[in-house]
């Protein structure tokens, strides 16, 4: 299946201009974090975490208890958990004793309220303190950097080069780097989901990059006359098709998530759809551009 029948787009002919756009959008997003920061989840900064249930007859679900709180102005992460009575966790950050205290007391008020047939009762009430937070923070941090680092070994290695590795490396944390900053300028929350997400994007976008590197790399192993330019553009043009197919596949997914998917899941979907969209477009627009700018500045192969 093609969706372009034989492109010819002049992609490094024109590749200021995606480079430009990206340096922007990195720009914009460095910005946003160092002056709005992150709206980190209790996982990150520590909070409470408290278990309600009700009787086992009562027909209780989480959109009806999210609507109970909203009502009585409590703002809360609940999750749905299975099991013979209709149980539900809800987190909600601050750790001191009165704000447990009040914390709890408004939750089962609220239900109380909503639900005067059937009484909820309150399970368990956990602190997560903020040592809890900033150490997971910090393996979050671990985790991010050493799968970008496993990415450069493993591109480097396959392709012989790390020059290649290194661009496609900067196409994928441009691609993090987006979703993170429009994270931040959106206040959205920060939490376990968002940095699956982002390692996911992070899987996708390199995984795009590589389909072009390894035409490319094709193409210098069978042609030896073309210029380099022609060669790269070549390339993309070639697997085009394929880039976008699969985006679009991974795209209606995350769409169907977006929209349908609930509260819970709406955050990470949006993070897989602008990160699929920013890893599209710097696979096709920025990784390949990079290795062309390297490989005729410093005087590598098949310079023009």
Same mark, same amino acid.
């Given at each position: 299946?093609?969706?372009?029948?034989?492109?010819?787009?002049?992609?490094?002919?024109?590749?200021?201009?995606?480079?430009?756009a990206?340096?922007?959008?990195?720009?914009?997003?460095?910005?946003?974090?160092?002056?709005?920061?992150?709206?980190?989840?209790?996982?990150?900064?520590?909070? /409470?975490?408290?278990?309600?249930?009700?009787?086992?007859?009562?027909?209780?679900?989480?959109d009806?208890?999210?609507?109970?709180?909203?009502?009585?102005?409590?703002?809360?992460?609940?999750?749905?958990?299975?099991?013979?009575?209709?149980?539900?966790?809800?987190?909600?950050?601050? /750790?001191?004793?009165?704000?447990v205290?009040?914390?709890?007391?408004?939750?089962?008020?609220?239900?109380?309220?909503?639900?005067a047939?059937?009484?909820?009762?309150?399970?368990?009430k956990?602190?997560?303190?903020?040592?809890?937070?900033?150490?997971l923070?910090?393996?979050?941090?671990?985790?991010i950097?050493?799968?970008?680092?496993g990415?450069?070994?493993?591109?480097?290695?396959?392709?012989?080069?790390?020059?290649?590795?290194?661009?496609?490396?900067?196409?994928?944390?441009?691609?993090?780097?987006?979703?993170?900053?429009?994270?931040?300028?959106?206040?959205?929350?920060?939490?376990?989901?968002?940095? +699956?997400?982002?390692?996911?994007?992070?899987?996708?976008?390199?995984?795009?990059?590589?389909?072009?590197?390894?035409?490319?790399?094709?193409?210098?192993?069978?042609?030896?006359?073309?210029?380099?330019?022609?060669?790269?553009d070549?390339?993309?043009?070639? /697997?085009?098709?394929?880039?976008?197919?699969?985006?679009?596949t991974?795209?209606?997914?995350?769409?169907?998530?977006?929209?349908?998917?609930g509260?819970?899941?709406?955050?990470?979907?949006?993070?897989?759809?602008?990160?699929?969209?920013?890893?599209?477009?710097?696979?096709?627009?920025?990784?390949a551009?990079?290795?062309?700018?390297?490989? +005729?500045?410093?005087?590598?192969?098949?310079?023009?």
């Amino acid at each position: 299946m093609e969706i372009f029948k034989k492109p010819n787009i002049d992609f490094i002919g024109l590749r200021w201009i995606p480079i430009g756009a990206s340096v922007v959008v990195m720009v914009l997003s460095v910005a946003a974090m160092a002056m709005k920061g992150f709206n980190y989840s209790i996982e990150f900064t520590g909070g /409470t975490l408290v278990q309600v249930s009700f009787p086992a007859s009562s027909k209780v679900d989480v959109d009806g208890v999210r609507k109970a709180l909203e009502a009585a102005g409590v703002s809360s992460e609940i999750q749905s958990v299975q099991g013979e009575r209709p149980t539900f966790i809800l987190r909600e950050k601050g /750790t001191g004793t009165a704000a447990v205290d009040a914390f709890v007391a408004k939750v089962l008020d609220a239900l109380h309220k909503s639900y005067a047939g059937a009484e909820p009762n309150l399970d368990r009430k956990d602190v997560i303190g903020p040592v809890v937070g900033k150490d997971l923070r910090r393996r979050t941090i671990w985790a991010i950097l050493l799968s970008l680092l496993g990415i450069v070994v493993y591109v480097a290695y396959r392709f012989e080069n790390p020059i290649w590795a290194i661009a496609g490396v900067l196409a994928l944390f441009h691609d993090v780097i987006g979703v993170s900053g429009l994270f931040s300028f959106l206040g959205l929350p920060m939490d376990l989901l968002i940095v +699956t997400a982002l390692l996911t994007i992070a899987g996708y976008s390199i995984s795009d990059t590589i389909v072009i590197f390894d035409r490319m790399r094709e193409k210098l192993r069978t042609t030896r006359v073309i210029p380099l330019a022609e060669l790269i553009d070549s390339s993309i043009n070639e /697997t085009l098709s394929r880039t976008i197919i699969t985006v679009l596949t991974v795209q209606i997914v995350s769409l169907v998530l977006l929209f349908a998917g609930g509260p819970v899941l709406r955050n990470f979907a949006l993070a897989m759809v602008v990160g699929n969209l920013l890893g599209t477009y710097s696979s096709i627009a920025v990784a390949a551009p990079l290795v062309y700018e390297y490989q +005729t500045r410093f005087g590598g192969r098949r310079r023009k």
